[in-house]
């Protein structure tokens, strides 16, 4: 072949691949995902809702990130003038005003004068007395797309207590900003707790209308009930959000809790939460947690922090007044349920003959199984272990695909 040929042979495969990568980018630029604003969000779509509450004893399901725009939903509804009789305060409570794990204590809101009944303590579920005042309970709170989260524990035992009492249940949805992500071990029932309630994977891709809907649909109602051969069945309503699809983008207005200030600690929750059971910390207790990890004897990486009590955000954080050292992964591209941070900070406790699963058991409630612990600890390789529920997740895919509100 002459090297006239060759080279006019060059020119032709140049120029298809040329016209291959920009129909690719054709392809990808009619793909781009939108930026879903405020004013799409189920609480903003209120001629789907309002005359369902007309007449009716409100209760609401409700923090920080419960706003229309910049209006708090319970000061919406009363500007409305519909009866907000009980406001139901979950974890981190009504304001959000409440650290991880702090005790949320019923009270009356010194704002509208209602009362306010924790969810989060002694008490996760209402008593039937207060739930008899009312005829509908509205749940509207921003999650984050990961098992361990406690508001969708919290959704449930309110479902529970409004089908026990005959209670209308009305979501209003709200974009998942971990949406696009299904990973991690599909919990199991002898690890169920109120860090992980229902059989879905640590990072579920669903949004809290959609896991509601497969709450009833699936019959898990009936889970961690109290009352013997009930019959669950409920009057279920979801206002989805509008023009919403799985792969747009949703910047959160409000950051969801305490320790979850920006889009970077989100993404990064699913991948560092489980560090909660190990002696390392995650900065909780310095401006940026979930975006910093850190030891004080066993160290990767050379960033440094302290941890201090911060109010209202963490009151005893780990390793507090300790400089520790360790990752800065405040602009790291960690997305989904990366097990990479995790394993190799495992392996540097390993080879210092170091505690690592300081809290084996809350270890393994957080995965939801104690296969990924013991995985660990027999020494198996990164790849089997995230292997080892691929099929388990195919299955999750095709048992909630009846429930998905978007494409």
Known sequence: MNQQCVASKVIILKFAFMVIALWCLSQSTDATAKVIHASQVGAAQTARYFPQLQGKRIGVVVNQTSTIGEVHLVDFLRKNDFNVTAIFAPEHGFRGNHGAG????????????????????????????????????????????????TYISSMHYMMQAASENEVEFLVLDRPNPNIAYVDGPILEDAFRSFVGMHPIPLSHGMTVGELALMILGEGWLSINSTLADFDY??????????????????????????????????????????????????????P????????????????????IAISGVTNNPKLQGVQVTGQDLRTASIQGFDL?????????????????????????????????RKAMLSGQALQTIQYSWQADLVSFKQQRAPYLLYK
């Open 288 to 307: 940026y947690p979930f975006q910093v990890v850190g030891h004080d004897k066993v160290n990767i990486g050379h960033f440094q922090f302290t941890p």
């Open 233 to 286: 069945d409920l009057k279920l309503t979801v206002i989805p959000v509008k023009e919403y699809e799985r792969k747009d983008t949703y910047i959160l207005p409000i950051a969801p809790s305490p320790n979850l200030p920006n889009a970077q600690a989100i993404a990064l929750y699913p991948s560092l939460c489980l560090f909660e059971a190990t002696p390392i910390s995650i900065g909780r207790g310095t």
């Open 340 to 372: 990479n941070v995790f394993y190799q900070w495992y392996q540097a406790f390993k080879q210092q003959d170091a505690t690592f699963f300081e809290r084996a058991s809350f270890m393994d409630k957080l995965s939801g199984t104690d296969k990924l």
């Open 102 to 149: 702090e005790i949320v204590k019923s009270s009356v809101d010194p704002v509208t004068g209602i009362n306010i009944v924790s969810i989060y303590g002694k008490d996760k579920k209402p008593a039937d007395e207060i739930m008899s005042q009312l005829d509908v309970i509205i749940f509207d709170i921003q999650d984050v797309g990961v098992r361990f989260y």
